[in-house]
């Protein structure tokens, strides 16, 4: 285990004491947004799909289409963090506006998500969702954005083909489950049967994807969808996995490599807050900008990340060293992850 000086330990039950009062989340304040941007995401999609090609009325309509739908997706995040008795009519509801049309069921984020905030398991092989991009080079940084584009294609083919498909192969199905169900940029990540039993009805979420998308190719074969939806809908959802791959690479500083154990004043350094961003509602929707704030106080509900950030500058013991999770912007940080992996 690694070891850090005392000066640099981060007093974790004083920071969840000065933001207790916030912990509680606003089911008020998740639905209106969720349902707001999820119904105008779909309406933007279908005037986009009406609009003539490159017409600057088109282009309105699809740029709202990505970041509204990018907004609603987002919310995989919080249902992650939700406590497993609450908010169940929301989980469902969003599995079924969002989840389940864009081929993103909630299964593929739990669990893998928790395990990233698993001390025993942050910035290890064990972590999914943490590259050491550092030490591998700017090559992998490049290939981890250029196949966020095809994220979609590849869940698309995995719910629609390779579920019913896994069905009748054991080998082929082992290979789904571990290779292919989770939201990850470790491509040597492999989950595990315990991790996806850790979700509840995670194979009622997969059978209902593979309905949609099925239900999907059957109408633009009878003709009452045009191959233009098909072609929109991979375009759209490219670009919303373009959009998180840039905030994925902002998350965290990715210095870290191998299986030592990080505690939680090493991950919050090696996590960033990028809280003075104007158009950090847009790329880092949902509270994501405040990351390393996140990763100090995993529960505290998105629309209160901005208020405990504050307080914490004000009233923590270690508001200097807290304040060193602080980037200036999106570009800035990618700059800095650029420039470090190069060395």
Known sequence: MSVIQEE????????????????????????????????????????CSKADFFSPIGWVFYF???FSFYRAAIFIHEITHLRKDTFYLFRVVWNFLCGFPLMIPSFLYQGVHNDHHNIKLYGTRGDGEY?????????????????SFFVPVFFFVRFVFLTPLSYCNKNLRSLVLEKFSSFSIDLNYQRTR??????????????ATCLYGLIFI??????????????????IFGAVFFMNALRTLAAHCYRYSGDEVRDISEQLFDSVNIPNSFLGVLWAPVGLRFHATHHLIPEM???????????????????????????????????????????
């Open 64 to 66: 709202v289409a990505i």
């Open 8 to 47: 640099q330990k981060i007093p974790v039950k004083e920071a969840r004491q000065i933001v207790k009062d916030l912990m509680v989340p606003n089911a008020f304040i998740y639905w209106v947004d969720f349902l707001f941007h999820i119904i105008l995401g779909w309406y933007s999609f279908y005037f």
């Open 218 to 235: 059957s109408l633009l074969l009878k003709g009452v969808f045009s191959y233009k939806i098909l072609g929109l809908w991979f375009i």
């Open 194 to 207: 315990s991790s996806l039993n850790t979700v509840a009805m995670w194979q009622a979420q997969e059978i």
């Open 301 to 343: 509900p998105y629309h209160n990340l901005g208020k405990t950030h504050q307080r914490l500058l004000e009233q923590f013991s270690k508001k200097n060293l807290y304040s060193k999770t602080n980037s200036n912007g999106l570009i800035s940080t990618l700059v800095r992850l650029w420039r470090e992996s190069g060395n």
């Open 131 to 147: 590259f050491p991009f550092v030490n591998e080079g700017r090559n992998k940084i490049i290939l981890f954005i250029s196949a």
